[in-house]
């Protein structure tokens, strides 16, 4: 009986009929679809787990983070009258659910706490520094992060023979054409064709894997094994051919043979389809696993947690997911609570991902570096760098061994910081530990010299010293330096860096062309940003609304103002539309350019828009106001501004006061002057003045100049 499929948010169905094709000009398309009934007695490597069921988990009382909790929610257990009162804080709320557990809790379940404001006399959990945690073995997940691979077996015998053969293959000839005329005596087995495509999928030579896995089809004996699907699936997904995948999928012999309905290959299935951004497909082949009454296990949790993810659901719906696999029989591990806790993380809940974290480690479970590692990036890019110390230097009392991700989240974080020195302690600590900085690592360092004026000279002695390690730079790392060279005036040096970086075969990203951009902005060089802009065209590099932003303050601030217009319409196009801060760089741009008298037209401009001025708006119109004396238009923008109000900070705000109460006492000065003397007229006290006759000079007497010397040749 088919279990009935989760309501996971969306349905999707598989086409009946795929009409998918390879790309390969001169290959004929291998016959996918025509994949032999396995033999009974053919030799197999992999159990099938659908075929036991085993006992449910003890039930625990839930986990569920009370503020993700929806009121509607039913509770089938009666609370206690006395947890029923209310409580605000949501890690008590959770201490009131969460499993029970025969040990007392700690006293202290928090993180360990460090001094805020830390400087350069600081070190690194230097109590930690002798010990020696036992070794424990890397996973797959863990290899892209700790940096440990697993040791590669030597390939030989029927493999380096057909390997061999793969490897030199002639121009329009497939591996199975070529395979054809070959005997290998029996000694090919299902084990030797999975090594095969294993070593091909690691040379890259996916199309090799795909026509020896329809080799392996055309068999006598049948090779196609489930171990070879969880080995070509990743694979095809890596190199982005989802639809190819979908297709070997689907006519798989499930019906001839149950070994294929088996765990493992729909987790490879989905993971391939999760590596080529197929989230789609990979909720059908999961909703596919569900209908074939296939009990997922911890690594399916995992990778659809992943899905979930990436395809932007919220991290309430991902533990929603997560309950439910647990119902079904799913125990918690540390494939399925990292990628929950990473989750959590990218929404900011920090918090609640510790709480996971510390319920993991309960059930009996250690947590590994990876997630240390994502919960110490959560808070370095919240800026929360000492909570992230923390956790750095909790994983180490514990006995996990930080990796170079470890000590590159919090070289990330100071450097954004602008603090060099605690960067340069952080590199010489890993050195220390035995780990080699690799390019981030020196990245991070020419980043925080970068950061700071007057200190590029440094930042190219970092870029150096990673250049003598024999490390090659990377997009970031010549970006970090063009950045240095901008902050610090030397758009020259940031020119010649940026024809290195092209001479050394390192494609600039939009983020070295915004960089390089920045440094001639400073420098008021226009021609320079239109040749860098006509570059970027022609390297066909989709501009960001920062990069649209320097181009407009670049051309605007030098009086070229059809330029700038013609930029705003230019990035238009491309869905860029003007926002308030583009705006207040042209009310800016016209102010110091002393065209004040097109400020009204362009906040018309912005009412159309529907955009609504801001402090920084009104600021910049008041002043430009009252660099002309028209104190009239600064009091009425200034009325305008507290009516929105849009105030700015204080200190900005008091000094703009400051200016305008001067300028309105002598305002009122002359309006009670005004005042009074027309009160005094109406009451008649205003004394006449008797005028005088007029003579012939009267019209001149009032402006006439008087020059030096004129009294004494009067007087002659």
């Given at each position: 009986?088919?279990?009935?499929?989760?309501?996971?948010?969306?349905?999707?169905?598989?086409?009946?009929?795929?009409?998918?094709?390879?790309?390969?000009?001169?290959?004929?398309?291998?016959?996918?679809?025509?994949?032999?009934?396995?033999?009974?007695?053919?030799?197999?490597?992999?159990?099938?787990?659908?075929?036991?069921?085993?006992?449910?988990?003890?039930?625990?009382?839930?986990?569920?983070?009370?503020?993700?909790?929806?009121?509607?929610?039913?509770?089938?257990?009666?609370?206690?009258?006395?947890?029923?009162?209310?409580?605000?804080?949501?890690?008590?709320?959770?201490?009131?659910?969460?499993?029970?557990?025969?040990?007392?809790?700690?006293?202290?379940?928090?993180?360990?706490?460090?001094?805020?404001?830390?400087?350069?006399?600081?070190?690194?959990?230097?109590?930690?520094?002798?010990?020696?945690?036992?070794?424990?073995?890397?996973?797959?997940?863990?290899?892209?992060?700790?940096?440990?691979?697993?040791?590669?077996?030597?390939?030989?015998?029927?493999?380096?023979?057909?390997?061999?053969?793969?490897?030199?293959?002639?121009?329009?000839?497939?591996?199975?054409?070529?395979?054809?005329?070959?005997?290998?005596?029996?000694?090919?087995?299902?084990?030797?064709?999975?090594?095969?495509?294993?070593?091909?999928?690691?040379?890259?030579?996916?199309?090799?894997?795909?026509?020896?896995?329809?080799?392996?089809?055309?068999?006598?004996?049948?090779?196609?094994?489930?171990?070879?699907?969880?080995?070509?699936?990743?694979?095809?997904?890596?190199?982005?051919?989802?639809?190819?995948?979908?297709?070997?999928?689907?006519?798989?012999p499930f019906k001839q043979n149950k070994l294929f309905k088996d765990v493992r290959v729909y987790n490879a299935a989905m993971s391939g389809l999760l590596y080529c951004g197929r989230y789609d497909d990979a909720w059908n082949v999961y909703e596919l696993m569900e209908t074939s009454n296939?009990?997922?296990?911890?690594?399916?949790?995992?990778?659809?947690?992943?899905?979930?993810?990436?395809?932007?659901?919220?991290?309430?719906?991902?533990?929603?997911?997560?309950?439910?696999?647990?119902?079904?029989?799913?125990?918690?591990?540390?494939?399925?609570?990292?990628?929950?806790?990473?989750?959590?993380?990218?929404?900011?809940?920090?918090?609640?991902?510790?709480?996971?974290?510390?319920?993991?480690?309960?059930?009996?479970?250690?947590?590994?570096?990876?997630?240390?590692?994502?919960?110490?990036?959560?808070?370095?890019?919240?800026?929360?760098?000492?909570?992230?110390?923390?956790?750095?230097?909790?994983?180490?009392?514990?006995?996990?061994?930080?990796?170079?991700?470890?000590?590159?989240?919090?070289?990330?974080?100071?450097?954004?910081?602008?603090?060099?020195?605690?960067?340069?302690?952080?590199?010489?600590?890993?050195?220390?530990?035995?780990?080699?900085?690799?390019?981030?690592?020196?990245?991070?360092?020419?980043?925080?010299?970068?950061?700071?004026?007057?200190?590029?000279?440094?930042?190219?002695?970092?870029?150096?010293?990673?250049?003598?390690?024999?490390?090659?730079?990377?997009?970031?790392?010549?970006?970090?330096?063009?950045?240095?060279?901008?902050?610090?005036?030397?758009?020259?040096?940031?020119?010649?860096?940026?024809?290195?970086?092209?001479?050394?075969?390192?494609?600039?990203?939009?983020?070295?062309?915004?960089?390089?951009?920045?440094?001639?902005?400073?420098?008021?060089?226009?021609?320079?940003?239109?040749?860098?802009?006509?570059?970027?065209?022609?390297?066909?590099?989709?501009?960001?609304?920062?990069?649209?932003?320097?181009?407009?303050?670049?051309?605007?601030?030098?009086?070229?103002?059809?330029?700038?217009?013609?930029?705003?319409?230019?990035?238009?196009?491309?869905?860029?539309?003007?926002?308030?801060?583009?705006?207040?760089?042209?009310?800016?741009?016209?102010?110091?350019?002393?065209?004040?008298?097109?400020?009204?037209?362009?906040?018309?401009?912005?009412?159309?828009?529907?955009?609504?001025?801001?402090?920084?708006?009104?600021?910049?119109?008041?002043?430009?106001?009252?660099?002309?004396?028209?104190?009239?238009?600064?009091?009425?923008?200034?009325?305008?501004?507290?009516?929105?109000?849009?105030?700015?900070?204080?200190?900005?705000?008091?000094?703009?006061?400051?200016?305008?109460?001067?300028?309105?006492?002598?305002?009122?000065?002359?309006?009670?002057?005004?005042?009074?003397?027309?009160?005094?007229?109406?009451?008649?006290?205003?004394?006449?003045?008797?005028?005088?006759?007029?003579?012939?000079?009267?019209?001149?007497?009032?402006?006439?100049?008087?020059?030096?010397?004129?009294?004494?040749?009067?007087?002659?």
């Amino acid at each position: 009986m088919a279990v009935e499929p989760l309501n996971l948010h969306r349905r999707f169905s598989i086409s009946s009929s795929p009409s998918y094709s390879l790309h390969s000009p001169h290959y004929p398309i291998p016959n996918l679809f025509k994949i032999p009934k396995l033999s009974k007695n053919q030799r197999t490597s992999f159990s099938v787990c659908c075929s036991s069921t085993p006992p449910p988990p003890p039930h625990s009382s839930p986990i569920f983070l009370p503020f993700l909790q929806t009121p509607a929610r039913k509770q089938t257990l009666k609370p206690d009258p006395e947890i029923e009162t209310e409580i605000n804080d949501p890690i008590v709320k959770f201490f009131k659910t969460r499993t029970s557990d025969p040990d007392p809790d700690p006293t202290r379940e928090g993180r360990i706490p460090l001094q805020k404001n830390r400087k350069t006399s600081w070190h690194l959990a230097s109590t930690f520094e002798k010990t020696e945690p036992e070794p424990e073995p890397v996973t797959k997940t863990e290899e892209g992060i700790t940096g440990k691979a697993e040791t590669v077996p030597q390939v030989e015998g029927v493999v380096m023979q057909i390997l061999k053969i793969a490897r030199a293959l002639p121009e329009n000839v497939t591996l199975g054409e070529a395979l054809e005329s070959c005997d290998f005596g029996g000694g090919l087995g299902e084990e030797e064709c999975v090594e095969v495509l294993r070593v091909l999928a690691e040379e890259g030579n996916v199309m090799g894997c795909m026509y020896f896995f329809e080799w392996m089809g055309l068999k006598e004996p049948c090779l196609v094994s489930p171990k070879a699907c969880s080995v070509l699936f990743p694979a095809l997904g890596k190199v982005g051919k989802g639809a190819e995948l979908m297709v070997v999928l689907k006519n798989l012999p499930f019906k001839q043979n149950k070994l294929f309905k088996d765990v493992r290959v729909y987790n490879a299935a989905m993971s391939g389809l999760l590596y080529c951004g197929r989230y789609d497909d990979a909720w059908n082949v999961y909703e596919l696993m569900e209908t074939s009454n296939i009990k997922p296990d911890h690594v399916t949790s995992s990778i659809m947690i992943t899905i979930m993810r990436k395809r932007g659901d919220s991290a309430k719906e991902a533990w929603e997911f997560f309950e439910k696999m647990n119902e079904k029989g799913v125990k918690w591990s540390l494939e399925n609570v990292g990628a929950l806790i990473k989750s959590f993380c990218d929404e900011g809940l920090k918090k609640e991902a510790l709480i996971i974290q510390t319920e993991l480690e309960k059930r009996g479970i250690k947590s590994n570096v990876v997630i240390y590692n994502t919960i110490m990036d959560a808070y370095s890019k919240s800026n929360q760098v000492e909570e992230a110390e923390g956790i750095f230097v909790e994983m180490k009392a514990k006995g996990v061994s930080p990796t170079s991700a470890s000590y590159n989240i919090l070289m990330d974080a100071y450097s954004r910081r602008m603090e060099p020195e605690i960067v340069e302690k952080l590199l010489e600590e890993m050195e220390a530990s035995g780990l080699e900085p690799n390019v981030r690592s020196y990245t991070c360092l020419i980043s925080a010299y970068g950061r700071q004026k007057k200190t590029s000279d440094k930042a190219a002695d970092a870029f150096l010293r990673m250049k003598k390690a024999g490390i090659k730079p990377s997009s970031h790392s010549y970006t970090a330096l063009i950045h240095a060279y901008s902050v610090d005036s030397w758009h020259e040096k940031a020119y010649i860096t940026f024809e290195n970086m092209l001479r050394d075969g390192v494609k600039p990203s939009i983020e070295t062309y915004t960089a390089l951009l920045d440094a001639f902005r400073r420098a008021g060089e226009t021609e320079m940003l239109m040749k860098i802009w006509k570059m970027m065209t022609r390297d066909k590099i989709e501009g960001t609304r920062v990069t649209f932003n320097i181009l407009l303050d670049g051309f605007a601030k030098k009086g070229q103002y059809v330029e700038a217009r013609d930029v705003v319409c230019e990035f238009g196009k491309k869905g860029l539309n003007p926002n308030v801060m583009t705006y207040n760089m042209l009310i800016n741009a016209y102010a110091r350019g002393g065209q004040e008298s097109k400020l009204p037209q362009l906040l018309k401009e912005m009412a159309a828009l529907n955009l609504k001025p801001d402090s920084v708006t009104y600021s910049t119109m008041i002043y430009a106001y009252i660099r002309v004396r028209d104190f009239k238009r600064a009091f009425f923008y200034h009325k305008q501004m507290a009516k929105s109000g849009q105030i700015p900070d204080a200190r900005s705000y008091q000094k703009l006061r400051a200016i305008l109460e001067v300028k309105a006492k002598i305002k009122n000065r002359k309006d009670k002057s005004a005042i009074i003397g027309i009160v005094k007229s109406s009451m008649g006290l205003l004394k006449e003045q008797k005028k005088g006759k007029k003579d012939e000079f009267w019209k001149n007497r009032k402006n006439r100049s008087r020059t030096p010397g004129s009294a004494a040749q009067g007087s002659r």
